[in-house]
């Protein structure tokens, strides 16, 4: 591996505070068990689980709540052991209510039956992916994409690296940094596991240099495992799965294209600890590692939080806070999303809380684009922000969509670094969704 | 001089041989265009609003001869414009009920709570895609106006956060009715006096955290109108727009709705309109 600034892609930034030392020195800690979790039933991007639990049932740590409701879809199990006190709307991390199961746990947080181990060396890859599927692994690091898909590429394309993403650049959270320095070995076995289910020799795991303590741990295991370590420089968006792509292959994914597209598959360390757990242990995916962080929280830390794990009370175990917050981000502060209500639970890709403080917040005034160019420096897909968001503005959706609006992965980076403030993510997205919907027409 | 000459000449010759060449491309291809086509446009308003289904009124023209469409389909056209069209071309009206937009949702500033402070796109569609809008209903009125910058007729007025269609100039063209992210605005008939003001399927104890005038259907109103009025769906009850007899404002002497969201259309301007007086 190149030991100094590390592989990278063209464009990105790099936020000139990036928080992670807040809690990146912080051991996991298992959260406290609660009275009750709040587990939302859709926590996978795709066709909603169906669920299989009613009111008044008891379930086990575990136990199937809700079964896959389609193949891009996995099924949902119990965090704790507890009766099942009812299904209700509550507030959901993307600001719309959602239907979630309120278990009401009964204090043991007793296992229910798991399902076998499996001998994975020896395994048919159809078999591991069955169960990462039944595990219900997602993609961890925030899209939730269900793995088991991401693993079962359509004849004809094929698959010959497969690379982890640890490259964790999104400021403050450092959950999957913690998550590489404490079980090192879980990430790697996971990842031989990938990769012995997609049938790839090639298996890298991505890591920005700023973790080199991180590296040195997996680089002194990683031969056991036949993975590759590559040291990645410290820019965002690193982890954009197309431009951990283009910094270690040098592929680049076709507009409009999947990693698949290039032969690859790119998935997220915490993803293959949970398939590591899975495939080894039998262990459905019911917990995640996430950050609580912030300059108001009173000790920042990272948890092992069950899913259904209202944030307020995961701020209550970092500790509560110090000042008032001005805001409380799901996820990091580039790519996170601002919440309405502390009464939002833990799902499957929550990497982080995060809280900023009140003078942390700008109100900011959008003013008119002077044509600097900046935007187009720092966007990593090569497109043109500043003409694309005035292009928008006069609601000219088909000129976006001819300058490929639909590439932009929303990372936020030409909005960072604009100096008229402009709100240029935000008008991507809206353009985005207008042109989904006229495309579905 | 003897080039000037010959210059003029040389001119003169082409230009009467290009003219006879037009003049008969003229003859050899003409188009014939139905005249009433032209006369049915001049009678239209004249909008353009696409409030029929057509590419503007000329398209709606060709509709309308082709029989396609009745003259009443216009939805901006008046009683007086329409039977123009018809006795011009010796067709029948059309019975087209008029219809009008309303938007289903009284919470304006006043009457819900903003919860977040918002910063970014002063637009519908885009606000509704962060964190779904900075109201505390995620089912009601954004009030950015979305709606009001499509109405062509400026129909829409936002009054204290909330979009309010003054029906004497909302002409039923249905333009707002897309733009809405919150799918809030229906068009009805415009005999339709009364609605209840509200679209939340939220259970009623939520919708009172978060608001002070939403359906909390408890089906007063439905008990006391008669059958049919009233669509109870879940948690929420509408006016049934399709009822043989429409709920007018009678059933007032008979019902008081507790939280105000049954409410007639004269009454729901004026509430908004003192409203954005007191804020004046």
Request: a neutral charge; proline letters at 6%.
């Amino acid at each position: 591996m190149s030991k100094s600034k590390g592989l990278t892609f063209k464009g990105g930034i790099h936020p000139s505070k990036d928080g992670k030392a807040l809690s990146s020195s912080a051991a996991i800690q298992d959260a406290p068990l609660l009275k009750e979790y709040q587990l939302i039933i859709q926590q996978n991007i795709g066709a909603p689980p169906k669920l299989l639990v009613a009111k008044g049932d008891e379930v086990k740590k575990g136990q199937l709540i809700a079964e896959a409701g389609g193949f891009v879809s996995v099924p949902l199990h119990s965090p704790t052991s507890g009766k099942i006190s009812k299904i209700d709307s509550i507030p959901g991390p993307m600001g719309i209510p959602v239907q979630a199961v309120v278990i009401a746990a009964d204090g043991e947080d007793q296992w229910g039956e798991l399902m076998e181990s499996m001998d994975w060396k020896a395994a048919e890859p159809q078999a591991i992916k069955d169960r990462v599927r039944d595990a219900g692994v997602v993609g961890m690091g925030g899209a939730a994409f269900p793995t088991h898909v991401k693993l079962s590429p359509p004849p004809g394309k094929e698959i010959d690296c497969l690379i982890l993403n640890g490259a964790e650049c999104e400021p403050y959270l450092t959950a999957d940094h913690r998550l590489m320095m404490e079980y090192p070995e879980k990430v790697l076995e996971g990842a031989a596991i990938l990769g012995k289910a997609l049938g790839v020799t090639d298996v890298y795991i991505g890591v920005e240099v700023n973790k080199m303590d991180a590296i040195d741990t997996l680089l002194a295991k990683a031969d056991d495992y036949g993975v590759k370590i590559v040291g990645l420089q410290v820019k965002y968006p690193q982890g954009a799965e197309k431009h951990l792509i283009s910094a270690i292959t040098k592929r680049e994914v076709p507009t409009g294209g999947l990693p698949m597209d290039v032969g690859c598959v790119v998935q997220n360390v915490g993803s293959a600890a949970a398939v590591a757990d899975a495939v080894v242990e039998g262990k459905p995916l019911i917990d995640r590692i996430t950050t609580v962080t912030g300059e108001p929280v009173k000790n920042p830390s990272n948890w092992r939080l069950k899913l259904g794990t209202p944030v307020i009370e995961a701020i209550k175990f970092a500790g509560g806070v110090v000042c008032e917050p001005g805001k409380v981000i799901l996820g990091g502060p580039m790519m996170g999303f601002a919440q309405k209500s502390l009464l939002v639970t833990v799902t499957k890709n929550t990497s982080g809380i995060l809280l900023m403080k009140k003078d942390e917040i700008t109100q900011y005034q959008s003013v008119a684009c002077i044509r600097c160019g900046r935007c187009v420096d720092a966007c990593p897909m090569n497109l043109q922000p500043g003409s694309l968001s005035a292009a928008i503005e006069s609601e000219k959706f088909d000129l976006a969509a001819k300058n490929n609006i639909m590439d932009c992965v929303e990372c936020g980076s030409c909005a960072y670094v604009c100096p008229s403030n402009r709100p240029l993510v935000q008008h991507f997205r809206r353009a985005k969704a207008e042109i989904r919907k006229i495309t579905k027409k | 001089m003897e080039v000037f000459i010959a210059a003029v000449i040389a001119m003169a010759v082409i230009g009467i041989l290009l003219g006879a060449v037009i003049g008969i491309a003229a003859k050899l291809f003409k188009v014939e265009v139905d005249p009433r086509i032209d006369l049915v446009t001049e009678l239209l308003p004249g909008a353009n609003c696409g409030g029929c289904g057509k590419a503007g009124c000329a398209d709606f023209a060709r509709s309308v001869i082709s029989g396609e469409n009745p003259p009443s389909k216009c939805p901006v056209a008046s009683q007086e414009q329409v039977s123009a069209i018809a006795k011009a071309l010796g067709i029948e009206v059309g019975d087209a009920v008029k219809k009008v937009a309303v938007v289903f949702c009284g919470g304006d500033h006043n009457q819900e709570k903003v919860q977040v402070l918002y910063n970014g796109v002063n637009d519908c569609v885009s606000a509704s895609l962060i964190a779904g809008g900075p109201k505390g209903c995620s089912y009601g009125c954004l009030g950015m106006g979305s709606c009001a910058r499509a109405c062509p007729f400026n129909a829409i007025e936002i009054v204290n956060g909330l979009a309010v269609v003054h029906p004497d100039l909302c002409v039923g063209c249905g333009a707002c009715v897309d733009t809405c992210p919150r799918d809030l605005i229906k068009l009805v008939p415009q005999d339709a006096k009364v609605h209840i003001y509200c679209s939340s399927p939220e259970k009623g104890a939520a919708k009172m955290k978060v608001c002070s005038v939403p359906c909390i259907a408890c089906r007063k109103c439905v008990k006391a109108g008669e059958e049919g009025q009233f669509t109870v769906d879940g948690f929420s009850v509408s006016v049934n727009y399709d009822a043989e007899k429409l709920v007018d404002t009678s059933i007032f002497e008979n019902v008081k709705c507790p939280t105000g969201c049954l409410l007639s259309e004269a009454e729901h301007l004026k509430i908004e309109k003192a409203q954005t007086s007191e804020v004046a």
